[in-house]
C-alpha cells in the first residue's frame, strides 16, 4: 500500500462538494474542485475535521508525531520552533519499515531545521520548481507573456516533474509514502486573480461571507481571491491524480488531502480557535477498504493520521502517539456518526508571531467544539489576541496606510497576516456599523467563551455568562479540562509555564543563541 498525503497551506473547509451538505448560501457554491471532489466520491468525506492548533508549525507537529501540540516540546510555537529529533513521526517510522518516501514543497516549517520531522533536504523532491507556491503572482506575471492557460500549464508542470522525480527515484518493488504540500493559499496572492485566472466574481459572495465579515467589495474580492488560489491547489493536486492512474498505482495508494487550517488574513480565521479557523477540509479514498460515497460526521483531529498511517501500513503504533487511529472509522460501512466516541474535539494555541506582544508573550488559549457548542478558554484575558493594536484601539490614532496594512503583517495586530480585508477594516473601524466587527475580530476576549452554533453558526453571541447555559458550560469545561490534564497540557499541569518563559517565549534571539 502507497501513501499520498496532499497537505495545503492555511486552506480551510473549501471544496465544492461540501457545498451539497451545506445551505443554500454556502461559499462553497461557487467554487469548482473536481479533483478533491472525486476523492471524496470515490470514498470519504469528512463533515467535522478540524486542526489541533490553527497556526502552521504546531499543526504540522501535531499531525506528524500524532500527539497535541503541546506534547512536542519547541514544535508547540511557530517562529522559534525547534524539532525534537527523538519524537517518532509516521513518514520517518515507515521509512525504517521500508517505504520510500519524499516531500515536495511545505512539511514542517518556519521552524528548525526545516522539514526535519520528513527527513529534510535528504527527501525533498522540487527539480520542477517551487513556483507553485505563488501560484496567482506567477501565473499573473507570465500570463502578460503567453497568456492565462500556458502560464497556468507552467505551474502544472512543476507539480508533475517534481512527483515524477520522486517516483522515478524509488527503489523497485517498495511503497512509497509521498507529501505535497502547496503553499499558495497562504497569503500573499495577486489582488483580482480570482476573476482574472479562475471566472470567479466577487460579487457572487454578496449575502454568502460570515456575518462578521464586512460584506463590501473590498472584502468580497479578498475571499474572492483566496477562492482562486483553492481551486488552483485542486488543479494540482488533479496531476498527481493523474500521475497515479498513468503508472498504474492509483488504486495501490490511500490519498489523504486536507489543510493545516482555516483561511489567512481575515479577522476569526487563521490564528484563532473559531470554526472558520480550525475547520478544514478532508476526505480520503483507499479503494477496498474505504467504500465509495461515505460522509463521515465524526469529530476527527488531524494529529489521528500519524497512527491512522501506520496502522494501515500493518505497522505498531508508538506509544508517544496519543492521536486515535481512524482505521476502524475507514472500515466501517456506514456514514454519519460511526465511532460514538468521537464527538468532540479540542483545539489550542499558544505563539504564533513572537513580536506580536510586548515580552514576545504567547496568547494561550484551549478550546473544545462539539456539534452544538464551541467552548474557548482565554488563559490571559489582558493581552491582545491578534497582538498589540499600536494604538489603533484608539480611534482617534490614524492607522498605518492601506498599502502597508495590505502587506506588512507587523505594523499592527501582528498574528493576522497583512491583507487587504484587514487594511478595509482598520481604515473603517470607527463606522458604527463596522465597530462591533471589528471588536469581534481585532479586540480583547473574556476568559470564557461559548457559543450555541444551533442558533449561532458564526459565534457571534457569547454566553458564557448566561444563567441558562451555566450547565453546559460547566460540562465542557470538565470534558476540557480532562483532556487536557490526561495529555500533560504544561498550560494547566505546570506553574510557572513553560510557555511564558525562555525558550517558548522572550526574545526570539535568546532561542537562536
Partial sequence: MNILFAFADDWGRYASIYAEHEGPDSINKLISTPSFDRI??????????????????PCRSSL?????????????????????????????ELEKNGYHIGHTYKVWSPGKTANAPYGGKR??????????????HHATKRAQEIGIEAAKRELLDEVRMNFDSFMESRPEGK?????????????????????????????DLMGRLPAFLPDVP????????????????????????????ELGELDETLIVVSGDHGIPGMPRGKCNLYNIG??????????GHIQPGRVIDDFVNLMDLAPTFLEAAGMPVPESMTGRSLLPVLLSEISGQVDPGRTFVVTG???????????????PQRAIRTEEYLYIINFEPDRWPMGAPRGLDNPNTVPPS???????????????????????????????????????????????????????????????????YSDIKKKLNVELMEVLHKQQDPRVTENPCRFEHAPYAGPLQAFQR
Fill in 218 to 245: 473590498e472584502v468580497r474580492e479578498d475571499v474572492c481571491d483566496y477562492l482562486g488560489e483553492c481551486q488552483a491547489l485542486d488543479t494540482g493536486l488533479g496531476i498527481i491524480l493523474q500521475r497515479l492512474e
Fill in 349 to 363: 494555541r499558544e505563539r504564533h508571531v513572537p513580536s506580536a506582544r510586548k515580552g514576545e508573550l504567547p496568547y
Fill in 123 to 136: 527527501t525533498a523532491y522540487v527539480t520542477g520548481g517551487a513556483n507553485f507556491g505563488k501560484f496567482s
Fill in 402 to 468: 492601506y498599502e502597508d496594512l495590505h502587506w506588512k503583517t507587523g505594523v499592527a495586530y501582528a498574528e493576522m497576516d497583512a491583507s487587504p480585508t484587514k487594511a478595509w477594516m482598520i481604515h473603517h473601524r470607527n463606522e458604527e456599523e463596522i465597530k462591533p466587527l471589528f471588536r469581534l475580530g481585532f479586540g480583547k476576549r473574556p476568559y470564557e467563551e461559548l457559543y450555541d452554533l444551533r442558533k449561532d453558526p458564526f459565534y457571534m453571541e457569547n454566553v458564557a455568562d448566561r444563567p441558562e
Fill in 278 to 287: 480550525c475547520e478544514v477540509a478532508l476526505a480520503m479514498r483507499w479503494p
Fill in 40 to 57: 471524496a466520491r470515490e470514498g470519504a468525506l469528512f463533515m467535522n475535521a478540524s486542526v489541533p492548533a490553527p497556526s502552521c508549525t
Fill in 64 to 92: 506528524l508525531s500524532g500527539q497535541y501540540f503541546w506534547q512536542t516540546g519547541l514544535g508547540a510555537i511557530l517562529l522559534g520552533a525547534v524539532w525534537d529529533e527523538t519524537i517518532p513521526t509516521y513518514p520517518l
Fill in 175 to 203: 511503497p512509497f509514502c509521498y507529501w505535497w504540500g502547496p503553499t499558495n493559499t497562504h497569503r500573499t496572492w495577486e489582488q483580482g486573480s480570482g476573476k482574472a485566472l479562475w471566472g470567479l466574481n466577487p460579487d
